[in-house]
């Protein structure tokens, strides 16, 4: 077999099995439907190419390859043209003049087939040269018809391409470049020279077919996300295997066609396990970007519900706040006598609505505390402050609650003076609520408070006798709407699980740690607060 026959057959095969291919794998449309009649096309058209430059072949098969070659040539540039009409989408209302095009090429599929109204005579000099003369003025109209639809088609994608905006603006331009890189060169060497008389290119033409067809599958891929690997791996599979069957046929004796029949069957065999592996590589890996994408909407809607619930607790907070305030203010001037003498029985009443009204309020602050952190509007005025001075503060507020309950509130004031930088009100919020939930969780015993230095640190300790927390509730001690469970397994049922979770924000803010010991239930626990040491620098 000659150079020019196995181009020849080798490009047909090409566009057989890459048009093939990308169609089996698409969605079908009427797009791609042209774009598989224009695969058709093309290889109708490398087999008439090699029919006219197959030395081998006689008189007969020439005549054949050249109406096959003119005729497939025709339907080529026609499907490009109603290719370009629908790709990605069709925007033009009316198909009349596209309809009319379509007439006028089948007047000339006619002419060509029935009618002597194209070739005039056709000629073979030697095995390697032949030549086919036409009508020159039909020849003529033949050629400014093709090129109309080349033309046309061109000036089709380019106005698409101009007019989008999205995505699918680049698969287009990849369309026009190729087709006009492709097309330009075959028409020469297969229309104009031959019209003036000269063959000796007439071969290469099915060569510039595989970047016209290979540019037109690319385009396709691009435009509907098909998978290249997938497509890659069956084309070179198919490719190898055409090739393997042409050295099978080619065999000179029976044993060189027994071994390469094995070969074409091992590979085969091979080729079909690697497809499939790929196309479940692909299946898997398509599943996983699904659930991706499933996650993802997920996780927007559920950042959407919690925005939506950050601000439903933000204004129903300072909803709250003003009324709660308001009758804290009420009951606290009952209690002192601002509105006459109350007996016993109603003061102890009101002291526990008083008790209960702060409890509310607490609950509020936190709910604040919790919105403002977790939407970054916390503001912090940092300063220099002596810790000691701020645990004093606390103890000397919690007297009263320690006494009630008979606990001993033990606090020795450290000799040294420890400073950190931190907003004044917010740490000693923190500090109070490790304090209170001490006093609250312990029935008998001591609650005791020591500020020490630890390296280039200090920590506040708040430790109690308490009822103690087990090792799985400390885990989760300071997350959001955590509350701790009592030893019975009964749940406390004061608060939200709020305070801890905003206190370790607050830490967090001031470049610090809190967390939690305890050796188990009923043995107490400790509450450590960790801040950076600084040099005291106010004078």
Known sequence: MTPINIVALTTTAVYLML???????????????????????????????????????????????????????NLVFLCLFWFALYFPERNIKSLAIPILITLVDGAFFIAIIATDFFFSSFAIFSPLEKQISFHTGNYILYTLYILFLFVTAEVILLKKYK????????????????????????????????????????????????????????????????????????????????????????????????????????????????IRSVLKEVEIRQQIEQLA??????????????????????MASHQLKTPLSIIKGYISMTLEGSFGNLSKKITDQLQKVYISNERLIALVDDLLNLSRVEEGRMKYDFSEEHIADIVQQIVDEVQMPAQRKKLRLIWERPAEKLYARVDLNKMRNVIFNLVDNAIKYTDVGAVTITVLQHDQSLHIAVSDTGRGISSQQIKKLFTKFTRVLEGSGRLTTSGFGLGLYVARLIVEEHKGRIWAESAGLGKGSTFVLELPIVEHTKK
């Open 19 to 73: 048009g093939g291919i990308i169609y089996i794998h698409s969605r079908r449309n009427i797009s791609e439907n042209f774009f598989a009649l224009m695969s058709l096309s093309l290889t109708t058209w490398g087999i008439a190419t090699f029919l006219i430059v197959s030395p081998s072949l006689s008189g007969t098969f020439f005549q054949i390859g050249a109406y096959a070659h003119y005729i497939a040539g």
């Open 163 to 274: 007019t989008r905006v999205d995505a699918n603006k680049t698969p287009i331009l990849y369309m026009f470049l190729g087709t006009t890189i492709a097309s330009t060169p075959a028409l020469f060497s297969n229309l104009i020279l031959p019209g003036l008389g000269y063959f000796s290119l007439f071969s290469i033409g099915p060569i510039f077919g595989i970047v016209f067809i290979v540019t037109i599958a690319y385009a396709i891929f691009k435009h509907n996300l098909l998978n290249v690997k997938i497509i890659a791996t069956e084309f070179f599979v198919s490719l190898i295997i055409l090739i393997l069957i042409i050295e099978v046929l080619s065999a000179s004796s029976i044993s060189e066609f027994l071994l390469k029949t094995v070969t074409l069957a091992a590979v085969s065999l091979l080729g079909y396990l690697i």
């Open 293 to 314: 994408g499933e996650l993802k909407t997920a996780n927007k809607e559920l950042g959407r519900i919690s925005q939506a619930k950050s601000d439903f607790i933000s």
